[in-house]
């Protein structure tokens, strides 16, 4: 199961993140931003890596550990019942309200046997898809195809069965086609789409590039729907029906981890894997003094995004010969409990925050081609 990080090694891995991405040491002004693009496949690693992240806290850090310590399930029934939504209902109602916000790209999670015929394959490549990733489970089946005239990337990554609650549900559902799943199985896949249009161009070797700031409004995207639905379908109802509510110290009191602890968790497994992407909260009026602006950067766009919330402050900076892509996101009060946390934490600086007001930021990086 994951665990917190010790307040110690929580400090030691800012301090790492400062060492490894220090201060932007060369700004570049000189190149048209257009111009700084990541590779189709790499921008469907970044989001699986987010999806899966996610996931990942919501099964073993809510699931898992609440089903245990307080008895707390996750089923099928879950709003009608007041338990937690199974993961795979997790991920749906995350995909869902991402795909909602019709920026292109979209994602979905789906089976060789499911439960709800509706997750099912829909087309040839997504069945040999799912098919080639159970044979090989450690990279995802990609493709590149056209449609009325548009191009689109899809890649089809597998879906482990990464808690126990995986495996019972469907070994014991009475619809279920397969029923002898054991975990870490590849129990479906999660297919990723998105098109392949003018901002998209071709090499030489026939790969697309995708312009960074359109890559980092997919990734935004996802962690802003994970965290809505985690923030509304499970910290907002289940408090409000007194099942059990959100704690700053989550893991000593039994309890649901605070939106924005949900989004910090999800960047240490991220933080961990070492692909390049990284994300972080910082804010005006932090509670916790790491999670202010680390350089002028920061401070910049936190500023920028106050008071134009409508887009990110972008820049692309050199780092040991490296480009980089930089974003400031505006971070609202999706839910009470955000607002609620803030305004009677006896260390937070600002105690009137109102919910959808912008709070903080997210700040995302990650190297260019």
Not at 16 to 39: C, D, G, K, N, Y
Not at 247 to 252: R, V
């Amino acid at each position: 199961m994951f665990k917190p990080l010790s307040p110690i090694s929580t400090l030691t891995i800012f301090i790492l993140v400062l060492v490894i991405v220090p201060f932007p040491v060369s700004r570049a002004e000189e190149t048209p931003p257009q111009t700084f693009s990541i590779p189709a496949k790499t921008a469907a690693d970044y989001i699986h890596s987010v999806i899966e992240a996610n996931r990942t806290i919501y099964s073993e850090v809510i699931v898992e550990r609440l089903g245990v310590t307080i008895d707390l399930p996750a089923t099928e029934n879950w709003e009608k019942e007041n338990t937690l939504p199974l993961p795979a209902q997790f991920l749906l109602l995350s995909s869902q309200t991402s795909n909602a916000k019709k920026i292109g790209m979209t994602y979905r999670l789906m089976s060789l046997w499911p439960i709800n015929p509706k997750n099912g394959p829909k087309t040839r490549f997504e069945e040999k898809g799912l098919q080639e990733i159970l044979k090989n489970p450690e990279a995802p089946y990609t493709h590149i195809f056209s449609t009325n005239g548009k191009k689109f990337y899809k890649a089809i990554y597998p879906d482990h069965a990464v808690t126990k609650a995986c495996v019972t549900c469907h070994n014991n559902h009475p619809k279920s086609p397969k029923r002898d799943f054991k975990l870490n199985d590849v129990m479906g896949g999660i297919s990723i789409m998105f098109p392949l249009d003018k901002r998209s161009k071709k090499t030489e070797s026939g790969d697309y590039l995708i312009p960074a700031e359109v890559v980092a409004d997919y990734i935004h995207t996802v962690l802003e729907a994970d965290r809505k639905v985690y923030a509304e379908y499970v910290v907002n109802r289940l408090q409000q029906k007194n099942i059990v509510y959100a704690s700053e110290y989550w893991w000593e009191d039994n309890a649901l981890l605070l939106p924005a602890q949900f989004l910090l968790n999800a960047s240490e497994l991220i933080l961990n894997k070492q692909i390049g992407l990284d994300f972080k909260l910082i804010s005006p009026w932090p509670i916790n003094s790491h999670n202010s602006a680390a350089n002028e950067f920061e401070r910049i766009g936190l500023e920028t995004v106050l008071r134009q919330p409508t887009r990110p402050y972008i820049d692309y900076v050199k780092i040991g010969g490296t480009m980089y892509f930089h974003a400031v996101y505006p971070d609202f009060a999706v839910s009470y409990s955000c607002v609620s946390c803030h305004n009677n934490h006896p260390n937070s600086p600002k105690r009137d925050f109102k919910l959808n007001d912008v709070m903080g930021a997210v700040v995302m990086s990650f190297p260019l081609e």
